[in-house]
Structures are given as C-alpha cells and as structure tokens.
C-alpha cells in the first residue's frame, strides 16, 4: 500500500512521463542483444543529435524521448532500424510524435514491461 501513496504522488507531480531519475533507473535495467548492458545515450547527445538532423519533436514530456531513444539502442538500433543517426531520429520522432497515440504512452508501456518481468520500482525513491 505504501509503494502506491508513492506511485500515486509521482503521477501527480509529473504524470505518466520519464523524469530523468526514472529514466536513468530504466535504462538501468535494458540490454542489448548480447545480454551485456547498453551504452547509454545522454540527453545531451540525444539533443544535439535531433539538431543535427533537424528533427523536432512535437510531444515530448520531460525525458521520455530519452528512454525511447535509450530503448531503440537496445532493442532495434541495427536490426529493425538501420545504425545510424538518422535513423536514430526518426525511430524516436515516430513513437514520441506518434498520431494515433496517447498522453503517456511511453510511460505506460514501460510500466506494462515492468509488471510482467515483476520488477520492483521504489516510488519513494523518485517523488
């Protein structure tokens, strides 16, 4: 009961997006193809790699665009989604900018992963 007091706090100070806490925390737990951990993409060279490109996002909250980028490395980065910056970009632009999608989508995924491998999040930890 005390986790969701925590859940339930975070929802209302940031709504169901990624503050970089949770974000890092996230990106924490992927892996890449060989089970080894992910070098991380930083917010920074996200952002100046969407300048480079000039790509803009348009629906962005707080970092979700950095777990999703983060998650690309991981999951799709030079398999379904050739290596390469650009590319990079548009994976990130197509889910965060998504038409068809919803206010915290990415979030709400994450937390659907999360629950079915039964990973433990410490809401306390992020409010």
């Known amino acids: 009961m005390e986790s969701s007091k ?3 706090k975070y929802i209302s100070l940031y709504g169901h ?3 970089k806490a949770l974000c890092d925390f996230a990106i924490e737990l992927m892996f890449g193809k060989d089970g080894k951990p992910i070098n991380t993409i930083s917010k920074q060279q996200i952002d100046a790699i969407l300048s480079t490109q000039n790509v803009k996002l348009e629906y962005n909250k707080l970092y979700d665009y950095v777990y999703v980028a983060n998650m690309c490395k991981a999951d799709f980065l030079g398999e379904a989604v050739p290596n390469d910056d650009i590319h990079l970009c548009k994976y990130i632009k197509c889910v965060i900018d998504d038409p068809d999608g919803y206010e915290g989508q990415v979030f709400n995924r ?14 306390s930890s992020f409010v």
């Open 6 to 8: 925590f859940y339930n």
């Open 17 to 19: 997006h990624f503050t």
């Open 110 to 123: 994450w937390l659907s992963d999360i629950k079915g491998m039964n990973i433990p999040v410490d809401w």
